[in-house]
């Protein structure tokens, strides 16, 4: 049954959760699979199916996103990047949530009554009223903004929650960002949980942009065993594969996806 399909069913307890993880290489999770640093998602694997994907054209964060988010490619949602000209001019404008031209996944679940929960999806920013809840992702500036309904937002700051990787970190050492990276990760996936059990929802949309960050600053330490962030770079992963086994295990009925944007 496709995750549409999931929405036009007659059974109500039908429900379908996503969970992104951005910039993430299938050729990454299958070495991880392999060695062992992975063991949730190598039962994932097992039960399910583990494929390699295209990015969009052009291959960049907001406008995979967009066509996650819409199923329609840039011509059709009309995002391209993370900026873009105004018609007529040189003048450069920052494309948000306002300018999407496609309807999105979860205003098709609110339409066949179903309520959705959407926390950290590059692109959705500033917030759009929805049936449940949503919490903007990678380019989001206001935490006021990124959020809806806003009454959360007091529970968001009570929790410490983190919009994104402050990359300017790395200004200071890269102990300094990868301390920071693991931080974020640990926020969210707590955010993530709680609304997750906390919430009522049949579309849950949870997406990790630390898996993106670590990679920006520390991807050729993967590949050097006797790089000083080898391990910690390991050791992130494990924690994402930490979280992928704390959402299986909740689950019954649900359909569940784990995809990317793109590769690395």
Request: proline share 5%; charged share 25%; glycine share 6%.
């Amino acid at each position: 049954m496709g995750l549409l399909d999931r929405f036009k069913s007659k059974e109500k307890n039908k429900r379908a959760v996503l969970i992104g993880l951005d910039g993430t290489p299938c050729t990454l999770l299958r070495q991880f699979i392999a060695d062992g640093t992975m063991p949730n998602m190598r039962r994932l694997d097992q039960q399910g199916s583990l494929l390699q994907m295209d990015t969009s054209i052009p291959d960049i964060s907001s406008v995979a996103w967009t066509s996650f988010m819409t199923g329609a490619n840039p011509g059709r949602h009309g995002i391209y990047g993370f900026l873009d000209l105004q018609p007529n001019s040189y003048k450069i404008y920052f494309p948000s949530s306002r300018h999407i031209k496609s309807e999105t996944l979860w205003a098709v679940a609110n339409r066949a009554g179903k309520r959705a929960i959407v926390i950290n999806v590059p692109s959705t920013y500033p917030a759009q009223p929805l049936n449940g809840i949503l919490i903007s992702g990678f380019v989001a500036v206001d935490i006021n903004k990124a959020t809806y309904p806003a009454t959360l937002v007091p529970k968001l700051k009570e929790m410490d929650y983190r919009i994104d990787v402050d990359a300017r970190k790395v200004q200071q050492s890269h102990d300094a960002l990868m301390d920071d990276v693991l931080k974020t990760l640990e926020r969210r996936v707590e955010l993530l949980l709680h609304l997750y059990d906390k919430e009522p929802w049949d579309l849950f949309i949870g997406v990790v942009t630390e898996t993106d960050r670590l990679q920006h600053f520390f991807m050729d330490a993967m590949a050097d065993a006797s790089h000083k962030y080898h391990a910690a770079f390991r050791e992130f992963y494990r924690r994402v594969d930490g979280f992928l086994g704390q959402i299986a295990e909740r689950l019954k009925d649900e359909t569940m996806l784990i995809m990317g944007d793109h590769g690395f």
